[in-house]
């Protein structure tokens, strides 16, 4: 995609603060010709050998895979600026607030609900895998409501993702503790099965409100990750059906190739059950 150089603001009026990332701030826009909204992420660019914003590398590998994407639950990329500092992607504007805070605000989500969450996050990430992509950021801060009250979700956040061919070695050491699988923390190879192991993580959560593995520090949450010590406690899964348990089981498997794949999980029961149920 060609970065363009021109200043952003003489197609774009740029509007508020949404969100913040490590390197980068996102901002509304609008299109000035259209009035279309938009989302502007400015990424600030490392420069010489400091430790202050993204390497060039980094944002280039975020904007390819963004470019070779295109699925409704994976956010769209228009447009690259570049100045001297900063990196602009114009991203489709997601509006709904984060999954994280829908969450927060209902401590915890009833089956149909979660199910179908789910869902459209294995349909993105179906999209992602069959392109040999694993997102490796996979968390509900990473996953945001297209508009208030909304069910649909979109995938955001592809500063950690990578290609990652089949007898490819990638190892790195990334990603939030809580959610990373046994292979991030023992710094072995990854694939697009770490994605899943995230997503069993991800499941446990929205079922129950509590995290599987977070303990008492960062040690003690990679510790509980590599021994697989996690329960489904009765305090939080009382109610929770046996289905929704044995998803969760088939993600948090230790060993890479026993875990279920994208296309398993697709077909799980508790995947199909609620579907014609609930269609948003
Ligand atoms: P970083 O790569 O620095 O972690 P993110 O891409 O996660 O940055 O963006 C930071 C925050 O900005 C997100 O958590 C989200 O709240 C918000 N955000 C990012 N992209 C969009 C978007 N397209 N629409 C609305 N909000 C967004």
Not at 4 to 9: A, G, I, L, N, Q
Not at 55 to 84: A, S
Not at 105 to 116: F, M, P, Q, T, V
Request: negative net charge; charged residues 30%; aromatic residues 8%.
């Amino acid at each position: 995609m060609e970065f363009k150089k021109e200043s952003v603001d003489i197609k774009y009026e740029i509007g508020d603060d949404i969100g913040r990332g490590q390197f980068a701030t996102v901002k509304r826009c609008r299109e000035k010709q259209t009035g279309s909204e938009f989302a502007a992420k400015f990424i600030r660019k490392r420069r010489g050998g400091g430790r202050r914003g993204a390497k060039l590398e980094d944002i280039q590998r975020e904007i390819e895979i963004l470019t070779e994407t295109n699925h409704r639950n994976i956010i769209n990329l228009y447009e690259v600026y570049e100045t001297n500092r900063e990196i602009i992607l114009i991203l489709e504007l997601v509006d709904g607030g984060e999954l994280f805070e829908h969450l927060s605000e209902r401590d915890k989500l009833c089956e149909e609900e979660a199910s179908s969450f789910i869902k459209q996050i294995l349909d993105g990430v179906e999209h992602l895998h069959s392109k040999h992509i694993a997102h490796l950021d996979l968390k509900p801060e990473n996953i945001l409501l297209q508009d208030r009250g909304s069910t649909a979700v979109k995938l955001i956040d592809f500063g950690l993702s990578r290609k990652i061919a089949p007898k490819q070695d990638v190892r790195a050491m990334m990603g939030t503790a809580e959610f990373v699988a046994p292979e991030v923390v023992s710094y072995e190879p990854l694939s697009v099965a770490t994605d899943m192991w995230s997503i069993g993580v991800l499941t446990y959560i929205l079922l129950s409100g509590a995290s599987p593995f977070l303990g008492e520090n960062q040690q003690d949450t990679y510790h509980n990750i590599t021994s697989l010590n996690y329960q489904f406690d009765e305090e939080y899964f009382d109610g929770t059906s046996e289905l929704a348990k044995d998803f969760i089981q088939n993600l948090l498997v230790k060993d890479q190739r026993k875990r279920a794949t994208i296309y398993e999980c697709l077909k799980h029961p508790w995947i199909k059950h609620y579907l014609n149920h609930y269609q948003s």
